[in-house]
């Protein structure tokens, strides 16, 4: 799962580099000029921006190349931000756990009424923690299937 995501990722970003290098030559408009009529092109068929010119065509098939690669980083981001929360979660969740298992330690005839009462806490917060991961996954799962 995780090398399909790395291949995508690849391939796009290779894709933009492809796309870079395909494009015609920045500046020089004597150049441009020629390669427009060898092309058999009308000059109106050029924009010419600062010291850029490209073919519509080429601003075209550009910016599609890098709303692929847009949507990839976008996909991507979302993944790492799920995989984030969950570890943090789960950080806080064996936190949690910690102190339960140093309060069941404690022989239960010794417990005052503070502890039983943080141990009841800890249970029910460690409950919740784990019913939010839960839902943490569930929407991992459902924008991965996207």
């Known amino acids: ?3 399909q995501r790395a291949v995508e990722l690849r391939r796009a970003i290779s894709a933009g580099a492809e796309a870079e290098r395909a494009v015609r030559r920045y500046g ?3 150049e441009t000029e020629w390669k427009a009529e060898a092309l058999g092109r009308n000059q109106l068929d050029i924009i010419s921006m600062a010291e850029t010119t490209m073919m519509p065509e080429e601003i075209e098939l550009e910016m599609a190349k890098i709303q692929r690669l847009r949507e990839v980083l976008v996909r991507r981001e979302s993944e790492l931000r799920f995989m984030m929360d969950d570890i943090q979660l789960c950080k806080d969740i064996m936190n949690l756990k910690k102190e ?3 309060l069941v330690a404690i022989p239960e005839k010794e417990k005052t009424k503070m502890e ?3 141990e ?3 249970i029910q917060k ?3 923690l784990v019913q939010k991961r ?3 996954v569930d929407d991992a ?3 991965r299937l996207r």
């Open 1 to 3: 799962m995780e090398l």
């Open 28 to 30: 020089a408009l004597e």
């Open 100 to 102: 339960l298992q140093s």
């Open 116 to 118: 039983k009462q943080r």
């Open 120 to 122: 009841d806490e800890l």
């Open 126 to 128: 460690i409950h919740r």
């Open 134 to 136: 839960d839902f943490l």
């Open 141 to 143: 799962e459902v924008e």
